[in-house]
């Protein structure tokens, strides 16, 4: 899964010297069977096996070695990702949810607090007892209504168990956000979109509709190699696209990201904060987390990736990174227009300036001067944007800034 209202404001939007605007990202790293297609960093395992509190534990650990670097910051969402969140008991969850939002001294009721959710591990109540425990959205891993489809993808639950999944979350006052992957042999573009109505008609309000890519370390990706995948040509998948966003637009739900739609006040603030190229702290196996040190200054890291060597160090007292990274004003440059531009509101220069330390359209004036000619950005004032029609041409736009 992959892991994202009204647009609050960014961090950039602080005038300085108010609190920095972080998100805490929680990642979980179990699923019931590896999907063919995925190359997250999961582990299949049985759900008996899950060790809820000893990874609650763990990561509560974490956040207290962590705590030094989150002082004056504000917390603005939460998102459970994975892997497969909802497996975990949401008493653990709400554990650690507890934990985050009182080291921010924030307040459950005021965020935004996301979990990733698939329907073959969303029983009857699971809905119920999230909310319960301070989850206000539900991400749910619908990838398809088409049955062939679900085999295809080699998913873990029906047709009847996703749309039932989206209601009842929807039933319990989440906020209901469905993945759905496009551009898969076994679904015609009509048939794709096709999709969208009867999931708004059970309680969605924001749809992500991905691609389907073919990674090289995962089973499509060697079936690929040998030639027995079928896949879509480049046209089918563009025509695809651009149906699923009519269908979208025709129940209402706003394209506010190349793969992103959602009714109005629905936008998902964790995911529009990291398009903003905001600060993020990443908890828990394989996580990474993100946070400017001083502007024009960034440090990021990724934690180790096992689950069980990832609790072994914490229960040692240390910290589990298994690499960092420094950035400095060229990549943050380089990061905030690539997410920026992202979305329909582009990337905001000035904000970007306070946070890389230098001008972003430094080195790159004639390139954005040129790009602007043919059409592909767009400068609203202080912001940059590529128009929607040519979202699908994005990387080369942005290449070209680099
Ligand atoms: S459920 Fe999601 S994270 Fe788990 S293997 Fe399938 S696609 Fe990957």
Known sequence: MTGTIAARHGPHDAPSGEAQATSVYVHVPWCVRRCPYCDFATRAVEP?????ERYADAILRELERRAPALE??????????GGTPSLWNPQALGRVLRG????FGARLGELEVSVECNPGSFEDDRAAQLVEVGVTRLSIGVQSLDEATLAFLGRAHDARQALRSVRSASECGAAVSADLIIGVATL???ETAAQVAPLVEAGARHVSAYVLTIEPGTRFGALHRAG????RTEDDVVETYWRLADACAAVGLE?????NHAAPGQRCVHNLHYWRAGDYVGLGAAAVGCLLETPGRARRWRNEPDP?????LVEAGRLPEADEERLGPAELVREGLMLGLRTDEGADMRALARRAGVEPSHGRAQAIARRIERGDLVRDEQR?????SRWLVLDSIVVDLF
């Open 228 to 231: 027995r995948l079928p896949i």
């Open 188 to 190: 015609s573009a009509m």
């Open 100 to 103: 985050i939002v009182g080291a």
């Open 308 to 312: 069980d060597r990832y609790m072994a």
């Open 72 to 81: 004056g910051r504000r917390l603005v969402s939460v998102f459970f990702g």
């Open 48 to 52: 008996a096996a899950i060790a809820h």
């Open 384 to 388: 940059l944007r590529v128009p929607r």
């Open 255 to 259: 394209h506010y990201e190349v793969s």
